[in-house]
């Protein structure tokens, strides 16, 4: 009997599955069950390394549907369960919030309730719930968010997580189950869906087409490497203590034109052809309610915990590129998908002048 049974949503997502990766490559005594929607998101190419790999089992399950939940989750052996599953971008939660409330309240809440009943039979050790910085709002130039920082959701995106992290701490004060919420900043990597910054930018100098910046490229996010993500993770699914948040962060500050500029840099040296491909920075409409700053102080994973990050930027952000670079059928097929006709879609609503 293998000792983690983990049961992982959103695990055919970007960090699902890179979570995936992290723990089937360290440990052989472990069984992961991923289930997932599939939504325009989730992707088994994001998880084909494991198919036929024993440890590994796979559910298409939509966490909004109550009784498919319980249905399809009675007889899967599980000790501890890690919540991926979201909507997740904050362009699309503007243009249909109502997919977002959906599957990241009501999603969060059945997997919850879910959650009560494997606690009843003793059977769950933790539920680790993902969630993000974005719920305490925005920074101006000053201060980082701890744990203790007020929640502030400014965005449909953010308030549907700030939701699901409010009844997430209802359980553990009313049911007593043994949840932890962690909260990390803007993670970049590979298997990352090509809608957010680094992705798009990344895949926009490659063929060629504008780099869309918003409003004047100035606001800040705060860069944490997906694999640094995952380990912080399962090191507070291991030792964290029930009932707390962690913030998980690196301390790695910078701005939108910097990352875009770093991005630009880098595919010169790997693509000269397309060079200088600074030249395709075009600034566009700025989003509504747009964030001006994340920051998260992470002193407390770190002192608590003893984590510390693997990866330095410079050497991840590479990774990253040089990911994208290697994996040309993995992006190629999701760009002559609907994703096409969506980023067409979303580019002229959003971004027009
Ligand atoms: P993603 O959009 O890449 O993946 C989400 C996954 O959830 C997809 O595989 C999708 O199919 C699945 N999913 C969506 N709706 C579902 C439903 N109703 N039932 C079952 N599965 C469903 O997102 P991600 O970037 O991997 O984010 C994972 C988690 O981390 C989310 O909870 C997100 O809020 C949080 N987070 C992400 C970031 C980031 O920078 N990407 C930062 C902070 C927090
Ligand atoms: P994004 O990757 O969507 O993450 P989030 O909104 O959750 O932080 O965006 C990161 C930053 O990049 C954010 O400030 C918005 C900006 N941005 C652009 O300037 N252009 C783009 O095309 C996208 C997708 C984002």
């Given amino acids: 009997m293998k000792q983690r049974k983990i049961l992982v949503t959103g695990g055919a997502g970007f960090i699902g599955s890179n979570f995936v990766h992290t723990i089937l490559e360290s440990s052989e005594d472990v069984s992961i069950t991923v289930v997932d929607k599939l939504t325009y998101a989730g992707n088994l190419k994001n998880l084909e390394k494991w198919k036929n790999d024993p440890r590994f089992n796979f559910i298409k399950l939509d966490i909004t549907d109550k009784t498919e939940v319980f249905a399809k989750l009675q007889n899967v052996a599980i000790t501890e369960i890690a919540h991926f599953a979201a909507e997740s971008h904050v362009d699309r939660s503007i243009l249909g919030p109502e997919e977002f409330i959906k599957t990241n309240v009501m999603g ?26 974005e719920v305490f709002g925005s920074l101006s130039a000053d201060g980082a968010f701890t744990e203790t920082t007020p929640y502030s959701p400014n965005s449909p995106y953010s308030a549907s997580k700030a939701g699901s992290d409010h009844l997430v701490r209802a359980y553990f004060h009313t049911y007593g189950l043994p949840v932890i919420t962690t909260n990390c900043s803007n993670n970049y990597g590979p298997f990352h869906f090509p809608e957010k910054l680094i992705p798009l930018m990344i895949l926009n100098c490659l063929q060629g087409k504008p780099l869309p ?62 060079a200088p491909h600074k030249k395709l920075v075009q600034f566009v409409k700025d989003r509504p309610g747009h964030d001006f700053r994340y920051a998260i102080d992470p002193a407390k994973i770190e002192t608590e915990l003893g984590w510390k990050p693997k990866y330095q930027f410079d050497e991840a952000i590479e990774q990253t590129v040089d990911w994208f670079l290697e994996n040309k059928p993995w992006w190629e097929e999701i760009l002559s998908g609907d994703y096409n006709k969506y980023y067409e879609f979303q580019y002229k609503e959003l971004n027009s002048k």
């Fill in 108 to 133: 969060s809440f059945y997997m919850l309730e879910f959650a009560r009943t494997l606690h009843a039979k003793k059977e769950l050790k933790v539920f680790l719930h993902v969630s993000t910085d």
């Fill in 213 to 274: 910046v918003y409003g004047t490229g100035e606001n800040i996010r705060d860069w944490l490497f997906v694999k640094d993500h995952c380990l912080a993770i399962d090191l507070v699914m291991r030792e964290g203590k029930f009932g707390e948040t962690y913030n998980i962060g690196t301390r790695n500050e910078k701005n939108n034109l910097e990352i875009v500029h770093r991005i630009c840099e880098l595919m010169d040296k790997k693509n000269p052809n397309g």
